[in-house]
Each structure stands twice: as C-alpha cells, then as structure tokens.
C-alpha cells in the first residue's frame, strides 16, 4: 500500500457520500418524492418543520430559506460554482473574517458534514448589551453548485438535535439549472408553487 500524500486535496466536498446521503443534486434526487420546490432547492416535508422565506426589502428578492426544526434553526442558500472547483473552503476564509471583525470568536472543527465553523457571534439585544449567539457554518460543494447552511439553536450544543438538522440539510436538493451563471451568485429562489404544507 502506498502513500502518495502531497498535503494537496483537491478543493471538493470531503463528503465522499454526498451523491448517497445528499445534499443532492436535481439529476440525483428522487422523483417521486414529493419535494416544495423553492426554485433553486428542493425541500422534504417532515413532521415539525416550518419554513420562513427571507426577503432582501430593497429588492423584494428571495435571499435565503429558514427552516425551524427540531429546536433549531437553519438557514440555507444554493450558489452557483465552478465546474472544476468548490468553493467551501474560500467561504470559510470570508466567514472567519466577518466574525473576528464582528469582535466574535470561531473555529474550524470537522463535523459530519465535512470542515464547519463554530462561531460565537455577538448579538444586541433590546434594551442589553451584547450577548453572544452560537453558529455552526455548514457548506457542501456539489456539480456546479454550493450549499452554504447556518445553524442555530438546540443543534449547535445538542447532540441529537444536530443529527436531525444534519438530516435535514442533507436531504436537500439543489436545482443548478443549465443557464450559465457567475460563481457565487444565488441560484434563484422563489415561493413555493403548492400552497400549504404538511
């Protein structure tokens, strides 16, 4: 058995599995599945999940998707990728950046979703002074595509809510579509077509 190990990975997902065990992509998933399709991702409805639509005001764009789930929230955003390259790794840099600036404190640790952040962020609440709010940054490169996830609530601290959070991140679908778009740019979201949702 040899050992040719040049330091060198190449700037994809770790997640070996990721075309098994998700996030997926749109040529991946399963069709019979009855997804909410938001445009650019695809979510499964599952008892006790409820999901909040964030709108930039000045534009009235769709800027991300929070679902609360299991004591917890996360919030996910699909990019467009290079087709040679991921981009979670030049992520983490900005993200580590933009926290330390905040005066917040991060790490990077290996999770079951591959290299993710914890950050302590400073929050200001309402008539207080700062306190400081737990996050864990989540990203997976995929075809032409990234997905970036922040977590909040029970799962940052709680072992078993995390797993259900995890869970819930990895059934997601990503729905690159063919038009060509710069990396880094939001792939479009929209409103779900179907109204109601179990």
């Not at 580590?96 to 999770?111: A, I, L």
């Not at 929209?190 to 109601?196: E, F, I, L, V």
Request: net charge negative; hydrophobic share 35%.
């Amino acid at each position: 058995m040899s050992d040719v190990s040049t330091g060198e990975t190449p700037d994809q997902s770790p997640l070996g599995d990721r075309s098994v065990e998700g996030p997926f992509d749109e040529s991946e998933a399963n069709p019979v599945r009855p997804y909410i399709d938001l445009g650019g991702i695809k979510i499964l409805p599952r008892e006790g999940l409820n999901l909040r639509l964030e709108v930039e005001e000045q534009t009235k764009r769709i800027v991300a998707v929070g679902l609360d789930y299991a004591d917890s929230t996360l919030q996910v955003q699909p990019f467009a990728a290079p087709r040679t390259a991921g981009l979670w790794e030049e992520t983490r840099e900005q993200i580590r950046g933009q926290v330390r600036q905040q005066g917040g404190r991060v790490e990077e640790r290996e999770g079951p979703l591959g290299p993710e952040l914890l950050a302590e962020v400073p929050v200001q609440a309402e008539g207080a002074g700062a306190g400081m709010r737990l996050a864990r940054f989540v990203g997976v490169d995929g075809p032409r595509w990234f997905l970036r996830g922040v977590i909040g609530g029970a799962a940052t601290s709680d072992v078993q809510a995390a797993a259900q959070v995890e869970d819930l991140f990895r059934s997601i679908v990503v729905v690159r579509g063919s038009a060509p778009m710069p990396p880094r740019d939001l792939i479009p979201l929209r409103m779900p077509a179907t109204p109601g949702t179990p």
